[in-house]
Every structure is written in C-alpha cells, then in structure tokens.
C-alpha cells in the first residue's frame, strides 16, 4: 500500500477511527458507503451548493487540476500575485494536503470558507456548541473539517492572519426564482462525479441569502484546546493531526479500541458469499476473544441498544454476553400486551442465545389490532425529497417536496387492488397541492384504515400542512382538513387537531406484536418483508404463481404478470426489491450516460436521485419515461409489501386460532 497525504476527507475518517484510514486505502476491503445511494444523493446535492457558492465570488479562480504538484503552484503563484479569490485552492504542510472549497486574500489575511450542503436557521442562536460549551454531535465533523483546514493554512502561511467560516444553506431564505437548480448539472467522468454551472445565476437568486457564511474561529479555538477528540484521541490538536499524518504515510500503525460508534463501520462485507473483506470483523475478532462472527450475534446488533459503550467497558461484545440486567430486568412476555423496548431487546437476545430462527407472534394482541381497523383498506407510501437548492420560487433551502406516492387497496372480501398512484416530476410545477388532491381522491371516499409504515407519511403531510398556510388556491383549506382527518398534528404544531381518522403505523405493529430473527434487529420494511414471505406458507403458496400484475387477479398498474415469491439454490425467499428490473441496460450508451447513477431504483436514495434527474428540462424523452416507470415500479413494490405484511400477519393469527382448536 503507498503512504497518502492527510487530506481534510482522511482527517474526518481517521478522527473516526484510526484504522479506518488502512481499510480505505486497501482496496481488498469493501466500503459500503461508495454504494450507499442516499449519500450519493447528498453528494450531488453538495456538488450543485459547491458550484452555487462559487457563484458568490465573481472573478474568482478555479485550480481544475487533479495534479497535487501542480494544484500547490498555481495556488501559491495567485496568492503571490495579490488579492484574490481562489477555488479549491490547494495548500500543503508537512504531510497535509488540503483543497480549500473557497480561499480569500484580502492583503495578509486569509479567508477559508468551507462549503457544507447543511442547513441552518439564521434567525434562531448558533446550533454549533452544546451548552457545555463542546462542539455539538450534528456539526462535530464540520467544525472539525474546518478547524483542520484553519491549522493547516495558518502553518502553511505563519505571517497570515486566517479566518474560518462554514457556509451553509440558511433555512430563513427563500429561492427569488424557479429552477434555481438546473444552472448547476452533476456530470460524471469516469468514477468521478462533479458539477458544473450550465446556466447564469440571476442576481436576485445570489442576493436572496440561501448561502451564508458563518463564521467560526470560536468554535475552532473551542477545538484547538481540547484534550480530547472523540473516543480514540486524548492530547493535543497538533498531536491529533501528527497522529493521523504518520498512519496516512505508513510511519505508525492506528491505536484504536471499539466503541458505540463501530456498529455504523462502512467497512463490512455483504455476507460469506463476499470476494472483499471486512474491515469490522477483522476489528471485533482482532480486540476481542471471538474468533469468528455469527451474524447477528454482537451488541452493535441489539435494536435501540443506548448502552453499547457501557457494555463494551463491562466487556460485553456478543449478545450473548447480555443480561437480563443489561435490558433493565424486562418483564415477563403477556399475549396481548404491546412489547416494551426492553422486553423486545431480551427477546431479541434470547433468540440469539438460543439459536432460534422462529418468529415471535402475538397473535393475541394482533388480533386485537387488527380487529380495529376498518375496510376498505388503504396501504399507502411517499416518495419525497429536500434539495439543498430549492427547486421553486418562495421555497427555502430542504424544503419538503412530495413528488410521488402509491396506493394499494384491500376490499372486505379480499380483493386487491393496485387502485392510484401518482407522480409528479416536471420542472415548472410544484407538486405538492397536486399530490395532496391525488390522495384526497384515492383515499379520502371512505372511512377506511389508512396504513403507513414509519412516521414519514405524516411527517411529509403535516409539511405540506404548514405549505398550504399560504396558498391561495380555492381548496387550500379543504386540502389541509383531509390532512387533519388522517395526520396527527406534529407535537410543536402552533395549529392543533385530533383527525377522525388517524393512520395506522405498521411499523409500530411490528415493533409491539412480532419480532423476525432472520431481521438481525432491523424493522425496516426492506428487512421485514424478506422474513414474512419466508416465514408465512400462505404468501409463498399465493405469490409463487404469476397472479398480480395488470389483468391478473391482484392488479398492478404498472407490472406485467409476476410471481414475487422465488427462491435460491438454498430455498430462501428472494427479496423481491432484488427483482426490479434495471434501468439502462438495454438502452444506447448515450442514455446510460444520462441515467449513470440510477441504473436501478430499488431503494429511496437512488428514489431521490431519480426525481432529482427528472427534474432537469433538459433529460430526453425517452430517458424521462424510463425514469418514471421504474419510479412507480419501485413505489408500487413498497406498497405491495405492506399487503404482504398484513395478509402474513392475518396467516399468522389463522395458524394460532386453528393450533387452540386441534384437540
């Protein structure tokens, strides 16, 4: 492996952890988060703020070359010339290499302003320090980024006086024009991505604040004095810095020890079956007694477990190893009695102990539930994002924009049906009244249970709630009243109400009712839905024939003829998220270029990428409609498995009531 420069991206990893920086340099081990697609639509969203901050600086210099060398002696001759702006200037000291987003020259002062696609709200105090006067965890790593940057300049150029700003999109402003995103394009060459500007930027949109710089030489010199840096570093920011330098440049090896943070570690194999390596396993099995992982089987592992540090000082790192006292002494189980967060956890430990791949059923209390909920049912999910540009005029920076959702529902006597959906991704129009009179429509006839799974779905209408304060459309107030009919109004909402018919959580079902072990602790839907097809005969006898799509028995309104329940060489049900098609791959290579990113929606980032593409006037037709087709391919799936889920809950509960009945 050759020795690396501490760049501001190592010093983050590293401060992390230490031996991240050997991982990530080693190509032999797999980095989760290079595939992570809702980072990668973050990183785009950072791209543009990138390209829109330099459009505050007019005249200012750009160091385009990827050159390190030459980068340091195009920055160093600007700042020698005079005052000058300069973009991605590039400042070395010792084994420091840094590029600095923007770098002012103001005679001998030095100005860095350290670009960051984060939001905060001019109006409101500093969020930057805790009231302990620490920097806070929601801006540890920014500040720190910026405050490696301040030591690296102000050594790089003693006789300078250097000044640290963070600039971040200010949620107290609001976009002064339509489209403020599409002047700044996200292109790719090669493995690298970037943006660049298309379009002039309108003054109004430059003088309407959505960037502003902060600045934060306290916060570094809060820093600067600390003895200690998060769990691995105790001394000096210098000693810090020279620490992490010498692991970079192959001169010492990392000192580190686990922590809470670990179980969060990018750097993890995708199970056995892996070609590349995995760098947590190699740290748990090498700082622990384990010679082998069981996956599932370590504290990192254990759902909501707020304790992982006080265990790892007790010298827990298996669940096995885990008391009753570890989950604070949880009662015993009682059917019919929601499961609190620590009898779920000892379950969940119990299960692993004992090796038991069984699900957990209450088939008591979920009978009770689901007795409550009223036909028709309605199963409904949203697509929806925050861009850091905003996309509409009087829109502020993450403003909440619901572009799409799915509708699926059950009737009394069974019958499904993939009955609405909606998809709204046109550049010229907000989507969000449309979205809300499409739903009123699919779901508001009747007094039907409205199902979600997690809070996003209220989250996103209460949004749209506060939106419609101050629309003037002719229905903008009976739009907000079917949202008090299904939402429950956010705790800190000045407008208060109780809707008469409040959706139902069927995540906090099977949070209180069910626990799969095969979901190693994840609920998420992605994870839940896997385990239910495996686990309820009746899903794999239904779904194994080719029944749902359009004209079939289950309708689709956008899937041919399809069986979802398939199963490897193993006989274990394949996700059927696995199942959606790819985007591009028989398309020309001109599309495939347009669409590089979103070859397949299978999940909500590249979801959001997706939307973000379409959003672009100036995508092709038939890149367009690709698109959007494997949009509502993708938001129909997550519907669909909400039906999956109540009918294997209703299995569940029949296979109960007929086990009480045999004699």
């Known amino acids: ?47 543009q703020v990138g390209e829109f901050a330099k459009a505050h600086f007019p005249g200012g210099h750009d160091i385009v070359t990827l050159d390190m060398s030459e980068a340091v002696k195009q920055t160093q001759a600007l700042l020698r010339a005079g005052d000058c702006v300069i973009f991605e200037a590039a400042i070395r000291y010792q084994n420091c290499f840094i590029r600095v987003d923007v770098l002012e020259k103001n005679s001998d002062r030095l100005v860095i302003h350290e670009v960051k696609a984060k939001s905060f709200n001019s109006n409101e105090e500093r969020p930057f320090l805790t009231q302990k006067g620490e920097p806070s965890s929601k801006w540890r790593s920014y500040l720190y980024d910026v405050a490696f940057q301040k030591y690296v300049v102000s050594r790089a150029f003693p006789n300078a006086s250097v000044t640290a700003n963070l600039m971040l999109a200010d949620k107290a402003a609001r976009a002064t024009i339509d489209g403020l995103h599409q002047c700044f394009q996200v292109v790719s060459e090669g493995s690298r991505r970037s943006a660049k500007q298309v379009a002039a930027v309108p003054d109004s949109a430059l003088q309407a604040g959505l960037l502003m710089s902060v600045p934060v030489d306290h916060e570094c010199d809060v820093i600067y004095q600390s003895q200690e840096h998060g769990p691995h570093f105790k001394g000096s920011f210098s000693a810090l810095v020279d620490g992490l330098s010498d692991v970079c440049a192959g001169k010492a090896l990392p000192i580190f020890s ?59 790192i298996r669940l096995t190893d885990l008391t009753e006292e570890d989950v604070k002494n949880p009662d015993p189980l009682l059917a ?25 059923i209450d088939a008591v209390g979920l009978k009770e539930e689901m007795e409550s909920w009223q036909f028709p049912l309605h199963f409904i999910d949203f697509e929806t994002t925050r861009a850091a540009l905003p996309f509409f005029r009087g829109h502020t920076p993450y403003h909440n924009i619901a572009f799409q959702f799915s509708h699926h529902r059950m009737d009394s006597d069974g019958a499904i049906t993939h009955a609405h959906q909606f998809l709204l991704a046109d550049p010229k129009i907000n ?11 699919a779901v508001g006839a009747d007094d039907g249970t409205v199902f979600m799974y997690s809070n996003h779905e209220k989250t996103t209408l209460n949004a749209i709630h506060e939106e419609l304060e101050a629309e003037t459309s002719h229905d903008a107030r009976e739009l907000q009243a079917f949202i008090e009919s299904i939402a429950a109004p956010k705790k800190d909402a000045v407008a208060k109400w109780v809707p008469s018919r409040p959706m139902v959580d069927l995540l906090k079902v099977v949070k209180e009712y069910i626990y ?10 992605k994870a839940v839905l896997p385990a239910i097809l495996n686990a309820s005969t009746f899903l794999q006898k239904t779904y194994s024939q080719p029944i749902y799509g359009e004209a079939c028995d289950v309708s689709s309104l956008n899937i041919a003829a399809k069986a979802w329940v398939k199963k490897d060489d193993l006989g274990v049900v394949i996700n059927p998220y696995s199942q959606l098609p790819d985007l591009v791959s028989d398309l020309p290579l001109e599309q495939q270029a347009e669409l590089a990113g979103i070859e397949q929606i299978r999940d909500g980032g590249a979801a959001l990428t997706a939307y973000a593409r379409l959003m672009f006037e100036d995508l092709s037709c038939a890149s367009r409609v ?21 009918q294997g809950l209703m299995d569940f509960i029949s296979i109960e009531a007929e086990d009480r009945r045999a004699p």
């Open 431 to 441: 989507p969000n009244s449309e979205f809300v009179r499409a739903l009123r429509d």
């Open 258 to 316: 686990l922590h809470k943070g670990c179980g969060d570690c990018e750097f993890k194999s995708l199970g056995e079956e892996d070609d590349l390596l995995s760098g947590f396993n190699d740290c748990v099995t090498g700082l622990s007694n384990i010679p082998a992982i069981e996956p599932g089987n370590l504290i990192f592992d254990l759902w909501d477990n707020r304790a992982k540090d006080k265990q790892l000082q007790a010298g827990a």
């Open 1 to 47: 492996m050759t020795s690396k420069t501490l760049s501001k991206s190592r010093f983050i990893m590293g401060l992390e952890c230490p031996q991240k920086l050997i991982y990530n340099r080693d190509k032999r081990f797999r980095n989760l988060k290079r595939e992570d697609s809702f980072l990668a639509s973050l990183a785009d969203g950072g791209f």
């Open 516 to 525: 799969f072990p095969s979901t190693l602790g994840s609920n998420s839907l």
């Open 626 to 646: 690709r698109t959007e087709q494997s949009l509502l391919e993708y938001c129909e799936l997550d519907t669909l498995a909400m039906v999956f889920l109540y």
């Open 336 to 360: 019919g009695v929601p499961l609190s967060r620590n009898q779920r956890q000892w379950l969940q430990i119990e299960k692993a102990r004992d090796k038991d791949k069984m699900p957990y």
